[in-house]
């Protein structure tokens, strides 16, 4: 049934002004503090069970945390790109230049930020449409069997997809 002769009434409805949605700006500070709280509660337990690493083999255990931890700093670089894309070099510089984890001058600082260049470089080519190449790059550095290698690209692959969702959907 066409509807060409229905009329409505539009005089009881608001100003046009009052029904446009407006944009709420978030600053620098309000998105790093909510990354920095999702960043101090992730944990990585289950991936270290995964690739055999106990609680007692603390030098890889602490080489792979940074890997994940300077990959989850990537990946909320990535999702910035895709939420703010005018702002997001600005709150990533922010966040390196102002948080403890990656500013406060030690060497464990200075590791981990290096590391996360590294894992920016790696998403840089095919931001979240693949994460294959950087699962690739962790399952080579880290001490696995050859045999183990695909299967646990493949896990970490789903990780990291799983972890760039996480970190997009916690953003603000």
């Given at each position: 049934m066409p509807y060409n002769?229905?009329?409505?009434?539009?005089?009881?409805?608001?100003?046009?002004e009052e029904l446009r949605i407006?944009?709420?700006?978030?600053?620098?500070?309000?998105?790093?503090?909510?990354?920095?709280?999702l960043y101090a509660n992730l944990d990585f337990e289950e991936e270290l069970g995964r690739i055999g690493v106990g609680r007692f083999?603390?030098?890889?255990?602490r080489k792979y945390l940074r890997e994940f931890r300077a990959l989850c700093i990537a990946?909320?670089?990535l999702a910035?790109?895709?939420?703010?894309?005018?702002?997001?070099a600005i709150f990533f510089a922010a966040l390196r230049e102002s948080a403890w984890i990656l500013a406060d001058g030690s060497s464990r600082a200075k590791k981990l930020a290096a590391r996360v260049d590294v894992y920016v470089e790696l998403l840089d080519a095919k931001k979240d449409a693949d994460f294959l190449p950087v699962a690739e790059y962790m399952a080579g550095i880290m001490s696995v069997k050859p045999s183990m290698f695909a299967r646990l690209r493949l896990i970490l692959s789903?990780?990291?997809?799983?972890?760039y969702t996480l970190i997009f959907d916690k953003l603000v």
């Amino acid at each position: 049934m066409p509807y060409n002769n229905v009329a409505i009434d539009v005089s009881e409805f608001a100003p046009h002004e009052e029904l446009r949605i407006s944009v709420t700006p978030y600053s620098a500070e309000e998105v790093i503090r909510q990354f920095l709280s999702l960043y101090a509660n992730l944990d990585f337990e289950e991936e270290l069970g995964r690739i055999g690493v106990g609680r007692f083999n603390f030098f890889q255990r602490r080489k792979y945390l940074r890997e994940f931890r300077a990959l989850c700093i990537a990946l909320w670089g990535l999702a910035l790109q895709k939420s703010f894309p005018n702002q997001a070099a600005i709150f990533f510089a922010a966040l390196r230049e102002s948080a403890w984890i990656l500013a406060d001058g030690s060497s464990r600082a200075k590791k981990l930020a290096a590391r996360v260049d590294v894992y920016v470089e790696l998403l840089d080519a095919k931001k979240d449409a693949d994460f294959l190449p950087v699962a690739e790059y962790m399952a080579g550095i880290m001490s696995v069997k050859p045999s183990m290698f695909a299967r646990l690209r493949l896990i970490l692959s789903l990780r990291v997809r799983n972890l760039y969702t996480l970190i997009f959907d916690k953003l603000v």
